[in-house]
């Protein structure tokens, strides 16, 4: 009774769905099988595909956090003024230091040595399979062309597999400077599948087990050959595994499960205030499932900051538009908005109360809600979307399970204690970039806010300490052993003007002699330091 009153208070194109979601639709150049979503499975989870060996598609999708990425609560980029700490900061996610093909180091001129942040927090993964388009402004459409030859391979259906081409080759994201796809499908073969992640789900490692890519790939496709359209392919395939439809209230539509007395008020609510834009609650047709295809302007920060959707389009009406998100898991998500601007579900209905921040071609519907939102509102619609939660999501079941990335563990290696300034006023910083296992020819280190041209010598010890030892003016953290290693490394790099920067890679043999943790710290000769030297922190990293 209660569902039938509901559905005549939505706009008459609009019912709700009375069962569980649909499957996501298949382009039919990219059939669906298990193996192949195994295969894409194993390709999501493996921190190989990035340059760096050090970040994986799933780094930014983490299920338990509803698909997004729990790192970018905290994680600044400067915004388009370069300079941090100002308004147009924006919160995202964490890619790579910038760095060459070799695995040197290059600075950024915003993150200089450190790791690069985008300016736009990851979308949720989840449910992704359902849309016509894909990435916060909608640019990847559902033609999807081989990122090699540019050929049309899906005309249509093909969002997922166009997104999935992005971030790998991103300098940001995944990819070293100018990394290309034949790159990517070349070094697949020479990799043993998820060789940095731990606790791998029993049905993947029981498929990847005692096999290469170059052996699954012949299994999943047929026939030999790693091609950046067969990686592409595979990971879509396994995306479109990834449905939440098991949520309290996706139960409820089904007739299995009912809602709490605050979250049917919630769902009243919603229904006058929010569903003429979060059509993912509701659908026009149980063919397509949730329609995610939606982009708003709904007031965050003025357009002139990021024009969203009029990058993709050109037309001056969609700027700062952004697409509309799914509801479903949303109260795992740790920041909200494309900015990562909001913390919590409560501050999210806070700023929908009075109405957004920023006119400049704010959607009318946010104006028409304006003032009428009530602290009791907020209380009854943070219910209902507290329903929203998958507990298999929330819980990394299957289809949601996954390895532990190395990211996650204790092997990244920690940068500890302060250095000293000399001509550049800020002190000197470490950089690293990717894991420091045995075998990795481009395990790389760096510093930078130094001035250019100085003498700068690396040193390495087997031994140090969080406590550091002041020696001229300076704190040393390293332990001072018979093992200890310096490094001259010549005249610091010039990075911008007034600023230098150097760089080091480490070609790690596969000899287990060489596992054990160390320690470095950089010096670097500056007659405006102390003692006429300069220092920065420490690193400690762990070979493995």
Request: hydrophobic share 40%; net charge negative; glycine share 10%.
């Amino acid at each position: 009774m209660l569902r039938a009153v509901l559905a005549c208070l939505l706009p008459s194109t609009v019912v709700f769905a009375q069962t569980i979601l649909p499957a996501p639709l298949v382009p039919a150049g990219n059939p669906q099988t298990a193996a192949k979503a195994l295969l894409g499975k194993a390709l999501f989870w493996d921190e190989q595909l990035s340059s760096s060996h050090s970040v994986a598609c799933g780094t930014c999708h983490i299920f338990s956090q509803g698909g997004t990425d729990p790192r970018a609560s905290s994680a600044v980029n400067p915004g388009p003024d370069g300079i941090f700490a100002t308004d147009d900061d924006s919160n995202g996610s964490p890619g790579v230091v910038q760095h060459g093909p070799d695995g040197n180091l290059v600075p950024s001129p915003s993150f200089g040595l450190q790791t690069q942040v985008t300016p736009r927090r990851a979308p949720s993964v989840i449910n992704a399979a359902y849309a016509r388009s894909l990435f916060l402004d909608g640019r990847a459409d559902g033609e999807f062309r081989d990122p090699v030859t540019g050929a049309i391979v899906l005309p249509t259906g093909g969002a997922l597999e166009s997104q999935i081409a992005g971030p790998p080759v991103s300098s940001v994201e995944m990819g070293h400077i100018g990394r290309t796809w034949t790159e990517i499908a070349n070094e697949l073969p020479t990799l043993t599948p998820l060789a940095l992640a731990s606790n791998v789900p029993a049905a993947l490692q029981a498929f990847v087990a005692g096999q290469n890519y170059d052996q699954l790939f012949a299994q999943v496709f047929g026939s030999p050959g790693v091609t950046p359209v067969r990686i592409i392919f595979a990971i879509a395939a396994y995306e479109r595994t990834l449905v939440s439809d098991q949520s309290p209230f996706d139960l409820y539509l089904a007739g299995q499960g009912s809602l709490t007395q605050m979250q049917t008020l919630g769902l009243t609510r919603f229904q006058t205030l929010c569903a003429a834009c979060h059509t993912d609650l509701t659908t026009t047709s149980l063919a397509i499932g949730p329609v995610l295809d939606d982009f708003r302007n709904v007031g965050v920060r003025p357009p002139v900051e990021d024009m969203g959707r009029r990058i993709v389009t050109g037309s001056i009406a969609d700027r700062g538009k952004f697409r509309v998100p799914g509801l479903r898991n949303v109260a795992l998500r740790g920041s909200y908005f494309h900015n990562g601007l909001l913390q919590s579900l409560g501050e999210v209905i806070d700023f929908y109360a009075r109405g957004g921040d920023f006119a400049d071609n704010r959607d009318p519907l946010v104006d028409a809600i304006n003032g009428h939102i009530q602290i009791a509102d907020n209380l009854q619609l943070q219910a209902l979307l507290n329903a929203l939660t998958d507990p298999r999501v929330a819980n990394e079941l299957p289809p949601f399970d996954r390895p532990t990335l190395w990211s996650e563990g204790a092997l990244v290696p920690a940068a500890i204690g302060t250095g000293t300034g000399g001509t550049v006023a800020l002190a000197p910083r470490l950089g690293a970039l990717g894991p420091a296992h045995l075998g990795n020819t481009t395990f790389a280190v760096g510093v930078d806010q130094l001035a250019p041209n100085l003498f700068s010598v690396l040193m390495l010890d087997l031994v140090g300490s969080a406590t550091p030892s002041p020696v001229l003016g300076h704190n040393l953290y390293l332990g001072w052993s018979p093992a200890l290693q310096l490094m001259p490394l010549g005249l610091t790099q010039i990075a911008a003007p007034g600023q230098g920067y150097q760089s080091a890679v480490f070609h790690l043999p596969n000899n287990p002699a060489l596992a054990g943790s160390y320690w470095l710290q950089w010096l670097a000769v500056d007659p405006q330091g102390p003692a006429g030297l300069v220092s920065s922190n420490a690193l400690q990293f762990t070979v493995f």
